[in-house]
């Protein structure tokens, strides 16, 4: 059986409420005065809860809310005690709100005396609360009484009956004493006594009970002995009792209801569905920051999520399912399920990346329906869910159901393949779900983005995908505002050639697996804008962890490159070029001049694409030691068919290991199902051990597989530069580039390979191929900005040495870019309009901001910057670049954080930067 952390959400809800944060809010504010049943607590007290807690759940602005409430306390303490004057009455402004609930402590006879002197009569407790209404009248603020809950003593079942008396022997004349203080001070009144009365025989005794502290022995490792404690509640109590005082808020139209969020967005929390039972419930994660949730809804037909976004729907309920041979459709209906609530913390270094590190803060709630679960996690950036299976043996797993249902008013930017044998390479549309082309074989590939109206974005993608298909997704021609999932099966039949493997047909079933696993997270990145996507980690953050002991031997870096510019190098005397050693002697020399840390030999140096069979002319191992002696690594490209066989990849692998090359780029894949997951999972492990790193081409987008083999150094699944150069030009591409920062590039590092050294403006013909120099639509800045913008730890230069060599400027600044990052900011942007992003290496920050065909001028903030005045390195699109678009300006200036960058982009241009502290301080 899976462990599971035993702890509770306390944490974040309290995290960051600090009473200085609420001496600084200029809006009114939510006082609370009560005892231990309104309390806060820590997580160390989990499962124990108090509602007046709960209540910052229900919060508009959970910052508006403070919590004075004490355990043990009476309202005579809370008074004489000076609590009341110095953290309430002194700090009330007009429109202010107090709850006030005491009761349980007050009836305490045997607190009579110091220190505590809690206990007083039924008349004296009436002056006490008299006078909390006084104070509040007289500051103009506004105070409500709360009744204390009731107390599970009180509970009792009689013929077959559960009856509630209100509370514990004695709390009844305090009880009625509030009631007539609330009516002669013409105070409202949250009678949660009564509340209970009348809700808690519903639930019936068992459900009822689990509201308050009775745990098992062993149950949570914060009581190992188990409580038995009929006064205090648990989270399910608190959020119970919470949701009741909104409620009656909202009925009686108080002001006091303008805090709340409306109670039907906040569920109970998984705790009031523990109680095994086959009536299902609502379940749910919230993430640390109480900004997203992803919650579960089981019941009589199935089960469906959905996604909220700061109390707002970006995933409407979708019902979804897994169907296994022999065991039928896993969908909750009609099961027993019960929930068990976790939470991880801790940071973690990732050298091979878009940030140093990343913070692994997530809570999480499993959901149990006995031999298979689903397990719901909940980050800052993003949900997720998956189901996990504990079945012995193996197991084929017929189909997926999973479906994404969107509010209302959403638009997408989504990319269509027309089939399953796709290299992912078509560029973004944007439109509403019905825009998408209903019907197979068109397949809406992963990931793609919503934006919701009054939501944010949400990026759907998938991580820890292994041995299983890719998630796509398809419009049934009926549906107008859902997308459903269309897997591809496992290949049945196949057709091999050199270069790829198709699949001439397919089983009807998704794979045959291991019957105990995790399954791939469905994944849904969440932020406010599309630049906050930018810096999600939800995709790595999920996959397994690294499997390599050791991968201090992986070396990000640039690449020399030669497919896309055709060798086309010109400036080296007596050099007849071509696929052969001279040429690619050239290519190290380039790169060993300019520090740049690959080559890639591409297509043409293996006889027939059988790398087993090097062509003499190119002499590889020549090149390799070469290279090597200049300190500059080799890459191999190969197609993925010849590599297929494991006996024969093993021994490619160990020879060009032997010989010293890098790694390997595998090519032609063009596949997501069974078998291609397979592939890319035992590659990489098989490379690993022989210290070769490699690059994934004519593949889907990365999946996570990069953090459990951190020799993955690229994914290509993007239309890139390719697209853009290789075939006369397409000027698609460079609208498309927008798009790939709010989609593709959200799932991870993609291969565009950026670069090119000749620009054509948007009326300018396309080159003649096979003719021409290679060139690509779009301004001279905008492929500088791609660099520091498009996130690649091994980066392409696309284009020729000779190419470079004539813009040296141009080429000292995109040899300057790292590759791994320390952070990354999405700095502005919108979709199908413009994108900036900013990243740090050290104590160094580098800018990208690019446009579609539309021209035009930005102030882009640069609050990233730390203190001080900065040296900028800028290359700006120069006034003519609209038409000359291999014109540019480079300059040289000064600013200071919190100071806008002004930037002026032309057609198709771009805006690339370095910020230095000025002085050379780093």
């Not at 878009?354 to 950036?381: C, M, P, Q, Y």
């Amino acid at each position: 059986m899976n462990r599971f952390f035993k702890t509770s959400l306390a944490a974040a809800i309290l995290a960051g409420m600090s009473a200085a944060a609420f001496a600084a809010a200029p809006q009114p504010r939510l006082y609370m005065a009560g005892d231990s049943t309104m309390a806060d607590y820590k997580p160390d007290d989990f499962p124990q809860y108090g509602w007046g807690q709960a209540l910052r759940a229900f919060m508009k602005e959970p910052a508006r809310l403070q919590n004075f409430a004490r355990c043990g306390w009476s309202a005579r303490r809370f008074r004489e005690s000076g609590r009341w004057e110095k953290c309430i009455a002194s700090k009330l402004n007009p429109g202010d709100w107090v709850i006030v609930s005491f009761g349980h402590n007050d009836m305490n006879k045997k607190r009579d005396k110091p220190p505590k002197n809690d206990y007083s009569t039924p008349g004296e407790y009436k002056e006490f609360l008299k006078g909390f209404a006084a104070d509040a009248k007289s500051k103009g603020a506004n105070i409500a009484f709360a009744t204390s809950i009731a107390h599970s003593s009180g509970f009792n079942e009689k013929d077959g009956a559960m009856t509630v008396d209100g509370g514990a022997k004695g709390l009844a004349p305090y009880v009625s004493a509030m009631r007539e203080i609330a009516e002669e001070a013409g105070a409202p009144l949250l009678d949660l006594n009564r509340y209970a009365e009348e809700n808690l025989p519903g639930l019936g005794m068992e459900k009822a009970k689990s509201l308050y502290m009775f745990l098992k022995p062993g149950e949570y490792a914060n009581f190992p002995d188990g409580k038995n404690d009929p006064a205090h509640i648990r989270d399910a109590g608190a959020f119970f009792y919470a949701k009741a005082a909104v409620e009656m808020a909202n009925r009686q139209k108080l002001a006091l209801a303008g805090f709340f969020r409306e109670p039907s967005s906040v569920p109970f929390v998984p705790s009031l569905a523990r109680a095994e039972a086959p009536c299902g419930g609502i379940f749910t994660a919230v993430s640390p920051d109480r900004l997203n949730e992803l919650r579960l809804e089981v019941g009589a037909k199935g089960m469906a999520y959905s996604v909220w976004r700061r109390g707002k729907a970006v995933v409407a309920p979708t019902r979804f399912s897994l169907e296994i041979e022999g065991r039928g459709v896993l969908n909750g209906a009609g099961a027993t399920q019960n929930a068990i609530l976790g939470k991880r913390k801790g940071k973690l270094a990732t050298p091979l990346y878009k940030k140093a590190e990343i913070d692994l803060a997530h809570n999480e709630t499993l959901v149990s329906f006995g031999d298979w679960s689903v397990r719901l996690v909940a980050r800052d950036d993003g949900v997720a869910w998956r189901f996990e299976t504990e079945f012995g043996g193996e197991i084929v797993v017929k189909a997926e159901n999973t479906a994404v249902r969107f509010p209302k008013g959403t638009e997408l930017c989504y990319t269509v393949a027309p089939s399953f044998m796709s290299g992912w390479e078509k560029p973004a549309q944007t439109g509403p779900v019905e825009s998408v082309p209903a019907g197979h074989p068109q397949i809406v590939m992963t990931p793609f983005t919503a934006t919701v109206p009054g939501a944010g974005a949400v990026t759907v993608a998938e991580s820890d995908l292994r041995d299983y298909p890719g998630l796509n997704f398809y419009r049934r021609g009926s549906d107008k505002d859902v997308l459903r999932s269309w897997q591809a099966g496992v290949p049945k039949e196949l057709d091999a050639g050199r270069r790829k493997i198709k699949v001439a047909s397919r089983e009807p079933y998704l794979a045959k697996t291991k019957g105990a696993r995790p399954f791939p997270w469905r994944v849904f990145v969440l932020g406010d804008t599309p630049s906050a996507l930018v810096e999600s980690d939800i995709v790595y953050a999920l996959a397994e962890p690294s499997r390599i002991a050791d991968a201090s031997w992986v070396k990000p870096g640039q690449v020399a490159w030669d497919w896309w510019n055709g060798f086309q190098i010109t400036d080296v005397p007596n050099l007849e070029t071509g696929c052969n050693y001279e040429t690619y002697k050239a290519y190290v020399d380039f790169a060993a001049a300019n520090g740049i840390e690959y080559i890639i030999m591409d297509e043409g140096w293996a006889e027939k694409l059988d790398p087993e069979k090097m062509r003499d002319e190119v002499n590889v191992p020549g090149v390799i030691a070469y290279a090597n002696e200049k300190g500059v690594g080799v890459i191999l490209w190969a197609a993925w068919a010849p590599l297929c066989d494991r006996e024969r990849r093993l021994r490619v692998f160990e020879r060009y290991a032997a010989m010293g090359a890098k790694g390997f780029k595998i090519d032609f894949i063009e596949r997501d199902d069974q078998a291609a997951e397979r592939f890319l999972e035992e590659a990489a492990a098989d490379a690993a051990r022989r210290n070769l790193v490699v690059l994934y081409h004519g593949i889907h987008k990365p999946t996570g597989l990069q953090r459990t083999y951190p020799n993955i150094l690229n994914y290509e699944g993007v239309y890139g530069l390719e697209q853009g150069g290789s075939i006369g030009g397409r000027k698609v591409v460079v609208s498309n580039d927008v798009n790939l920062v709010y989609t593709r590039m959200v799932a991870g590092f993609m291969d565009y390979t950026p670069g090119a050294m000749r620009n054509r403006a948007f009326d300018a013909p396309p080159f003649v191929k096979g003719k021409d120099v290679r060139a690509c639509y779009g301004t001279r800045c905008h492929q500088l900005a791609l660099f520091p913008m498009f996130e690649a730890p091994v980066q392409m230069l696309c284009d020729s040495p000779t190419q470079y060599r004539t813009e040296p400027e141009c080429t000292a600044f995109i040899v300057g870019v790292p590759t791994v990052w320390d952070e990354t900011r999405g700095v502005a942007g919108e979709i199908g309009k413009f994108a900036a992003v900013a990243r740090r290496k050290g104590g160094e920050w580098w800018l990208g901001a690019i446009t579609n065909w539309d021209a035009r001028e930005l102030e882009l903030p640069t609050a990233f910057l730390g203190a001080g005045e900065w040296k900028v390195e800028a290359f700006e699109d120069a006034a003519d670049s609209g038409v000359n678009a291999e014109h540019y300006v480079r300059r040289v200036f000064t600013i200071k954080p919190g100071e806008t960058l002004k930037v002026r982009l032309a057609r198709g241009g771009g805006f690339a930067a370095k910020f230095k502290k000025a002085g050379g301080a780093h």
